[in-house]
C-alpha cells in the first residue's frame, strides 16, 4: 500500500508540473489575444463615432478665439469668416474651420509625424467636394475626421471608415446650416493672425 501510494503521489506531483504551466501560458496567449484586439479599433463600422450635442454657433468678436474642449473642435461660436474649401498644407485657425463646420463642411485633420506625404496625397483623394483638409499636431489619433458634433479618430490615411463616415455625415445634416458649404470662404492667408475676419 505505502508503495501504490508513493507512486499515486509522485504522478500527481508530475501531472501539476506539467498542467500547471500549459494552462497558464494559455491563459497568458488568451489575455495577449484580448489585448491586441482592444487596441485595434474596429474599422468596418462607425460605433466609435463620439457625438456632441447642444453646441452654440454665435459669432464671436473679431480677432476673438474660443476655447473649445475637443482637439480638433467639433463646433461651437466661431469667426465670422469661414474658410475655402480645400487641402491646406499649414494648420488653419480653428475658429474660421469651426464656421465651415457649421456650414456642413467635412474637417479631415492629421498629424504631421504620423503621416506622410503619400498619406497626404490619400487623404486629399479622400476629401469630399465639401472639405477641407488640414494638418492638427494637437490630436490625439494620427487621422481625426470631424463634422458639426461627430468626430471620429482614424488609425491613418487608408482607415476605411474614411469612407463611411462620409457617406454618414457628409451631407451636413447634423449642422446648423447644412447646406451653406465652405464654397466662398477665406483663404488662411488672407486672414489676420487671430483668426478674426477679413478687414
Known amino acids: 500500500m505505502p508503495i501504490v501510494l508513493a507512486v499515486l503521489a509522485a504522478v500527481l506531483v508530475l501531472a501539476v508540473a506539467i498542467v500547471v504551466p500549459v494552462v ?114 494637437d490630436q490625439a489619433a494620427p487621422v481625426v475626421i470631424t463634422v458639426w458634433g461627430r468626430q471620429l479618430e482614424l488609425t491613418g490615411p487608408d482607415d476605411p471608415r474614411i469612407a463611411l463616415f462620409v457617406a454618414q455625415f457628409g451631407a451636413g445634416d447634423t449642422a446648423p446650416e447644412p447646406f451653406a458649404s465652405c464654397n466662398g470662404g477665406v483663404d488662411p492667408a488672407d486672414l489676420p493672425p487671430a483668426g478674426g475676419p477679413v478687414v
Open 24 to 137: 497558464l501560458a494559455t491563459d497568458d496567449d488568451a489575455e495577449a489575444d484580448d489585448q491586441a484586439t482592444a487596441a485595434e479599433p474596429d474599422t468596418s463600422s462607425l460605433a466609435a463615432v463620439e457625438e456632441y450635442d447642444g453646441l452654440t454657433n454665435q459669432h464671436v468678436a473679431p480677432g476673438e478665439e474660443p476655447d473649445y474642449p475637443q482637439s480638433p473642435p467639433v463646433g461651437g461660436d466661431h469667426a465670422p469668416s469661414w474658410l475655402e474649401c480645400g487641402a491646406y498644407d499649414e494648420p488653419v485657425p480653428e475658429a474660421n474651420a469651426v464656421h465651415d463646420l457649421e456650414h456642413g463642411t467635412v474637417w479631415l485633420t492629421y498629424r504631421t509625424d504620423d503621416v506622410d506625404a503619400a498619406g497626404v496625397r490619400r487623404l486629399t483623394e479622400a476629401l469630399p467636394a465639401n472639405g477641407i483638409l488640414s494638418p492638427y499636431d
